[in-house]
Structure formats: C-alpha cells, structure tokens
C-alpha cells in the first residue's frame, strides 16, 4: 500500500512540472511497443513533441525541473530494462516526419529525425541519389540510424552526412551543426554534448535509379534469407570483433536456438536475439551474458554489445 502511495505522490508531482506544455505527455506509458524488440518497463513521463518548437520548450521546462531526460528514437538496437525509465523520456515518433530535396541542390536531401529508415532509402533510390542504400533493411528511424552510425559492415551513414539539426539538452534553440563537428566510429555517432537530433542533411550522389531499385530489391531478399523476419528482435546484438564476425562465433559455440524465458538466439542468424512471446529484459540480460561467457570459453574473445541497453532493473 505504500508502494502505491508514493508512486502516486510521483506522478502528481511530475503531472504538476509538466503542466501546461503543448507537447503531448503521457505518464506511466509502457515503453515495450516503442521497441522492435517488444520488451520494457513503465517510463515516468513519455514527452511527445511534434516539431522543433514543443521540443525546445519541453526541454527547458525539464531543466527547470531537474527532470532527467532521455532519449528514445525508433526503439531498434535498444533493450530497456523491466523496470522501465525515470524521468522523461523524449519520443519523436508523432512529428519530424518531413523528406526533401534541399532548395536549389538536387543532391541534398534533409529528413526528419522521425522519417522512417526505408522512407529515406526509397526516396533516394527513386531519385537516382546514391550514398544512403547502406540503410537498405535497417529498421527504425533516421534520427536513430544517426546515433547509431548505421550501415553494413564496410560503408556507414555517417560518410553521407553534410549537417544536422539538434537541440542542445543543456538548453537553448535548435541549431546546425556541420558534420565535422560530429566523431563517427563504428556504430557509433559522437555529439559535442547530449543533444536531440530533429533532422539530417544528405550529401548523396548521382548514380543510377534502376540500378538502385535492384540492389534494394535483392538486398531486401537476402536479409529476409538471412535474417529473423517477422519477429520481434532488436537487430545485431554484438559487434563484430576485428577480421571475426560475432554470429559465426554464436554459432560454432552452440547456441543457435538457445533460449531464456521468452528470449531466443535467433536459429535463423545467431547475432540476434529474438522476442518468442513473453520476453523480459532480465531474460534478454541472462541470455546475453550466456552468449558472452560461451564465446569467450569457446573462442577466448570478449563480445561487445551493440545493442544499447537503458533504464532500470526491477526493484
């Protein structure tokens, strides 16, 4: 009974901080169907900005408040734990959906942080613009595929990117920011400082439409060969370490198919872990560290996730 009380007091107190803003916020909203994974606890407050404007203003309102925030984009590559987030947490998924060619350059695309990943691809490929194919079956958005410096194990996004649009969390406007003031690593995009991308800029290449629509139609074939396909999953799980490739690892050490609770190492690409039905964070967290303790004995190589992992464990 406490219990109950103390969360209630909570929740009034975070209604009354965020009273009045014109972004929609929800308050106790589960977070799994936010994830392709399909797993995730409660978030405190669950913010969502449609445009630049909500967001700047939601953003100054949580520093006034000394709210937490943290961000969640398409919810691919992202585990949250089963005891869900605390603070606010920062969708875009209701806005920032907006695609097009920069005005007066026909090889500058700029889309929102909400456009969805085959959005951008088959928009380009339609064009005859080359650079973003890459992204060819990646799920999620484009905000998310920034942060993730997402691509194929030999070409990036982060190589076509001119400039971004983000919001500082510390406060202020949005602003541009060139990419040379971005770090790109391996799945990896470096910030100056915590921010919310609202919008990428493309500089892309002429190449050849058809040419396009091929690759991406035979790319498209292969990962639904070669992946999970009509589950829920989070794509790769580990990083691949150098001249080694984590699923052969997974997979000569036995484990495809090997399942916690509702969580499975995919029979289909041992690199991803799939939601059976039921899964739990703690058993996506259990199985994980299987995986890690099978290869490093098997192999005497240390997994390093890919997969990024947020929130709390139950408690």
């Given amino acids: 009974m406490r219990g109950c009380l103390v969360e209630e007091e909570m929740v009034v107190g975070l209604e009354r901080k965020l009273a009045g803003l014109a972004c929609e916020v929800r308050f106790g909203e589960r977070l799994a169907p936010y994830t392709t994974f399909q797993v995730g606890g409660l978030a405190d407050a669950f913010a969502l900005p449609k445009d630049e404007a909500e967001l700047v203003e ?3 309102r949580c520093r006034a408040e000394g709210l937490r925030m943290t961000i969640l984009g398409g919810g691919a590559n992202t585990l949250i734990r089963d005891g869900g987030i605390r603070g606010v947490v920062i969708c875009l998924v209701n806005g920032f959906r907006e695609i097009g060619l920069v005005a007066d350059d026909a090889l500058l695309v700029e889309a929102g942080a909400g456009v969805k990943i085959p959005q951008l691809v088959r928009f380009a490929a339609d064009r005859g613009l080359d650079g973003v194919e890459c ?59 915590p921010g919310v991308v609202t919008a990428v800029r493309f500089r892309l290449r002429r190449g050849d439409a058809e040419a396009l629509r091929v690759y991406l139609k035979e790319n498209a074939a292969l990962r639904r ?91």
């Avoid at 971004?164 to 790109?184: C, D, H, K, N, Y």
């Fill in 58 to 60: 939601l953003i100054a």
């Fill in 135 to 193: 992204l060819a079956g990646v799920p999620g958005t484009v905000g998310g595929a920034l942060a993730m410096n997402a691509g194929t194990a030999e070409r990036f996004v982060g190589e076509s990117v001119e400039s971004i649009r983000w919001a500082r969390l510390s406060g202020g406007m949005v602003e541009t920011l060139p990419a040379s003031r971005l770090t790109f690593i391996y799945r990896e995009a470096r910030f100056p400082e």
């Fill in 225 to 315: 060969e070669r992946q999970p396909w009509g589950v829920p999953c989070a794509g790769s799980i580990f990083r691949n370490p150098p001249g080694e490739r984590a699923g052969r690892l997974i997979e000569a050490a036995g484990l495809k198919g090997r399942r916690v609770g509702g969580a499975e190492v995919s029979r289909v690409h041992a690199n991803f872990l799939v939601n059976r039905g039921g899964a739990t964070a703690a058993d996506v967290l259990e199985l994980i560290g299987e995986v890690q303790a099978r290869v490093r004995e098997a192999h005497g190589l240390n997994l390093e996730l890919e997969l990024k992992i947020v929130g709390e464990d139950v408690s």
